[in-house]
């Protein structure tokens, strides 16, 4: 069973085509006449489809299309609200690359299986086969629902949809695709950056790293930055330097809001920010303990234990009902030999906040989600870390005009 990551462009031209088809192929549809609400399109094996490479179909409201035989990514197809894709057969993704959930994985003895896309997990369906319960007591069904996916009870484990808050932005630096989602007011990145900072240290030929130095753990959790990497200390992009390394105290010349390393019309969260995030999730202070709500719902180590003959299961995989995703990349740190060490992988995810710590000039701010809880706190700045940019306010027209009154 193949399945298709739907957070990119670039689907289906066969798609496309099939929207414009209409009882009366001489004549051009009229949109005016058509409410697109409940519409199906259907594309099966017999089917003739032209490749056009310029289509675009676009879905409103609860519109799903069903395939049932092989399409290639030449198109786009863009997903709205509640859109569902029924994927019958081979979906192919982006550049090309085909999705599967067959990589069976495991939790607290409950099997599942990954949805990978290329070499990227997006996603996880426990017990999608099988049809049997799950975590909690819930069903295989209503995990998938928690998880994000649509569809009925009798076919979920085919059915993949892009969540209904989530949207994706493309950085121009590289042309790297990130997912986006939105928590309350707040619009974040659903995954970790992954832009190669290069700028040089003293000890390093880089400030930004691949977990264990493996490629593919950039493909999996993003880079890991140095903190004068996380706020571009160089002024490498946006011509301003903060004087804010190792051991040197910063607090007073740093802005109310800090670009850093972030793409354009992106920035490097403070700990209010954060705190705005993890109160819409849960509103106790410098522990929340619905961390599992903001996890990703794969890549997290369980342990196992015994409370009065009883067995308990202490943390694991998230639920990720809001469509965040931390990822748990854990971090690196410096030993005596000026060497990185990587630590807390598959159990911790440590994400820069641009603030410093006040009264430690070696340290700033992050927030670290563990096995168990999230954790408000700080680290040195020469550890390496994750990062989530959260992206600007939009500017309210006049309100500058106001300020000046």
């Known amino acids: 069973m193949d399945f298709k990551k739907l957070f990119g462009a670039g689907v289906v031209a066969s798609l496309a085509l099939m929207a414009g088809c209409g009882d ?12 697109p609400v409940v ?24 519109d799903t299309v069903v395939v049932r035989d092989t399409v290639v990514n030449l198109d786009t197809l863009i997903l709205n609200n509640k859109d569902t894709v029924v994927v019958r057969d ?19 003895g409950v099997t599942g299986y990954n949805i990978t896309c290329g070499t990227k997990r997006v996603g996880t369906l426990w017990n999608g086969k099988d049809g049997q319960d799950g975590l909690n007591g819930s069903s ?30 493309v950085d121009f630096r590289d042309g790297h695709e990130y997912r986006t989602v939105k ?5 974040w990145m659903a ?6 900072y290069l700028q040089e240290t003293e000890d390093f030929d880089s400030s930004s790293f691949c977990l264990n130095g493996l490629p593919e753990n950039c493909d ?20 301003v330097e903060y004087v804010c390394g190792n051991g040197l105290s910063c607090e007073d010349e740093m802005p109310e809001m800090v670009r850093g390393i972030c793409p354009e019309g992106w920035h490097l969260p403070d700990t209010t920010e954060f705190r705005q995030l993890v109160n819409f999730v849960d509103a106790s202070d410098n522990q929340f303990k619905d961390v599992a709500g903001l996890k990703s719902a794969y890549g997290w180590i369980y342990r196992e234990t015994h409370i009065a003959g009883q067995k308990v299961i202490y943390g694991g995989n998230g639920t990720d009902i809001y469509g965040y995703e931390a990822y748990p990349a854990g971090h690196g740190s410096l030993d005596l030999g000026a060497t990185l060490k990587y630590e ?62």
């Open 39 to 62: 519409d199906t399109l259907y594309v099966f094996s017999k089917d003739t489809v032209v490749l056009n490479n310029v289509d675009t179909l676009v879905l409103n409201h609860v």
């Open 344 to 405: 807390n992988e598959g159990t911790d995810g440590f994400f820069w906040t641009f603030n410093p710590e006040v009264d430690d000039p070696t340290k700033a701010h992050q927030v670290r989600f563990t096995q168990y809880y999230g954790i408000f706190g700080a680290m040195a700045k020469s550890d390496a870390a994750s990062i989530r940019c959260v992206k600007d306010p939009v500017k309210v027209p006049g309100e500058d005009d106001e300020d000046e009154e």
């Open 191 to 196: 995954e970790n950056l992954n832009y190669r």
């Open 220 to 239: 999996k959790y993003g880079r890991l930055y140095f903190y004068s990497a996380a706020i571009d200390s160089a002024g490498v992009l946006d011509d």
């Open 24 to 35: 009366d192929s001489s004549s051009a549809p009229q949109e005016s006449a058509r409410e």
């Open 183 to 187: 928590v309350g007011d707040q619009v």
């Open 140 to 169: 295989a069904y209503e995990q998938a629902v928690a998880a994000g996916y649509v569809g009925t009870e009798e076919e979920w484990e085919t059915t993949i949809a892009k969540r209904i808050n989530q949207d994706h932005f």
């Open 90 to 108: 081979t979906l192919m993704g982006l550049n090309g690359e085909s999705c599967s959930a067959e990589d069976t994985v495991s939790n607290a």
